[in-house]
């Protein structure tokens, strides 16, 4: 291309880049025959602005080098590498730094003042350059329907790895190669099928099970009305993969896909939840996925009724404050967590969503052997020595309950006296009497329980010795 062509591009009046500048050819600045010198002078001041230097390559290509401001403070350069178009920047680095991919966009877009210099000189096109930087794109047709303007959506496909990626296995695979520039219609479904051929070759899947069963999942993947991810599944492996591919088969034979979906969806969470239950669960082996989703839910709801079911831990004194009466009245304490919900559904408040900790007592008073009310008691601060006061007391549907004044002091009383005890005062201090006379009280409720537990236990014996008799004479 001659120079003066050269100069033509930048100083065409069509070129609104140029903004009162002029491109003039410096063949005295020439440093050898195969570069040729440009300079950008401002008309008005007669002052470079920058300077061009065309390098011609033995390829017959050419590169191109901007160097801007009066010491160069900006240099740019768009050079050939291993076939390939680079963009390089230097802004007062030691270093040029590749900005390909981040210039890219802009260059292609904006039309800056040397891009259509690069291309006359090599003879390029849009779809050339495309090409050229992006040579995975090569062989999809999709891409010359897709504007320039949306040229970000290629960025998931621009690292050069993808690119030797695809080369080294589509070789060896043709037939892969072609579902996927079947199947890829545009820029967002190619980066999807790439997604999932990098995963499944990621769990080390035999290539041609993957070629025999790629269509099924892709196919699997558009038909599902929520956009779901394959790729997401952590329960997939290379032992599993076959059966999952049956099943989407399957799923996709008999137009079941999205109750599909939703139920692999959950396999991962329904896997983590049983062991995080259960750390020594084990977890079945998979002979379908759909079942294998249905197992692991009744895990989960088994393991969640065990540890729900599990009875709190009381101390001797609570154990001693459960069962007390005071004449039809009587204090009753939850033995597991059903305890709670049943109080909560009986009495038609939330006390079923609370639960016993060393913090929270949950209480209920029961009148001739019926619920009336539930109490909630809170240590009053955060150390473990903190006194208990009452936070909420209600009756059915959340009323206020209307126990006898009296009955309610003494078994408000009884309730203190078990999770507020004060410690033993010396013998000469005031009140000393009373705590004595509250000890013996306490050692009476634990003798009277200790007692009704010994009564219970020979009264189950009793019951037991005549069954063990029958099952002897029977066997």
């Not at 999952?244 to 799923?251: G, H």
């Not at 601060?381 to 936070?391: D, L, T, W």
């Not at 003798?447 to 008799?469: M, N, T």
Request: charge should be negative; proline fraction near 4%.
């Amino acid at each position: 291309m001659r120079s003066k062509d050269i100069c033509a591009v930048f100083n065409h009046p069509d070129n609104k880049e140029n903004q009162g500048m002029e491109m003039i050819y410096s063949p005295d600045k020439n440093p050898n025959k195969e570069t040729r010198v440009f300079e950008i002078i401002h008309k008005e001041e007669n002052e470079s602005i920058c300077r061009v230097k065309v390098e011609r390559l033995r390829t017959k290509k050419y590169n191109l080098h901007v160097d801007v401001g009066p010491k160069d403070e900006v240099r740019m350069k768009f050079v050939w590498e291993n076939g390939k178009i680079r963009f390089y920047e230097n802004q007062g680095n030691p270093e040029f730094i590749d900005a390909t991919y981040q210039k890219l966009k802009e260059w292609m877009l904006y039309t800056e003042a040397f891009t259509p210099i690069f291309m006359k000189l090599n003879e390029l096109t849009w779809d050339l350059i495309h090409d050229n930087v992006n040579p995975i794109l090569k062989d999809f047709a999709f891409k010359k329907d897709v504007p320039y303007e949306k040229f970000s959506l290629y960025e998931e496909l621009r690292f050069d790895n993808l690119t030797d990626f695809f080369n080294n296995y589509n070789i060896k695979q043709p037939k892969l190669k072609l579902l996927i520039k079947e199947k890829a219609k545009d820029v967002e479904a190619l980066i999807r099928m790439v997604q999932l051929f990098q995963f499944f070759l990621n769990l080390e899947i035999d290539i041609n099970y993957m070629v025999n069963y790629f269509e099924t999942l892709v196919k699997l993947r558009e038909t599902s009305n929520n956009n779901s991810d394959l790729t997401k599944f952590k329960f997939l492996n290379k032992q599993n993969f076959r059966r999952f591919c049956l099943d989407c088969e399957e799923a996709l034979a008999k137009g079941t896909v999205n109750d599909f979906f939703s139920h692999i969806g959950d396999i991962d969470r329904l896997a983590n939840r049983v062991i995080e239950l259960n750390p020594k669960a084990e977890l079945p082996k998979v002979d379908n996925f759909t079942n294998y989703h249905n197992v692991l839910s009744r895990m989960v709801v088994d393991e969640e009724t065990k540890r729900e079911s599990a009875p709190y831990e009381w101390s001797e004194e609570e154990k001693d404050l459960h069962d007390f009466k005071v004449d039809e009245w009587q204090i009753k304490l939850p033995v597991s967590k059903p305890d709670l919900r049943m109080w909560g559904n009986m009495q038609s408040h939330c006390i079923g969503t609370y639960n016993w900790t060393g913090n929270c007592k949950l209480i209920s008073f029961w009148k001739n052997d019926t619920i009336y009310s539930c109490l909630e008691i809170r240590r009053d601060g955060s150390s473990p020595y903190a006194k208990f006061r009452e936070h909420q007391h209600r009756a059915k549907r959340n009323t206020d309950p209307q126990i006898p004044a009296d009955i309610k002091n003494k078994l408000f009383q009884r309730i203190w006296d078990c999770w507020n005890v004060t410690p033993k005062p010396n013998e000469k201090d005031q009140g000393y009497l009373e705590w004595i006379e509250k000890e013996n009280q306490r050692k009476e409720w634990r003798e009277a329980r200790l007692k009704r537990e010994e009564e219970a236990a020979a009264a189950a014996k009793q019951v037991e010795a005549p069954q063990e008799e029958q099952q002897a004479v029977a066997a």
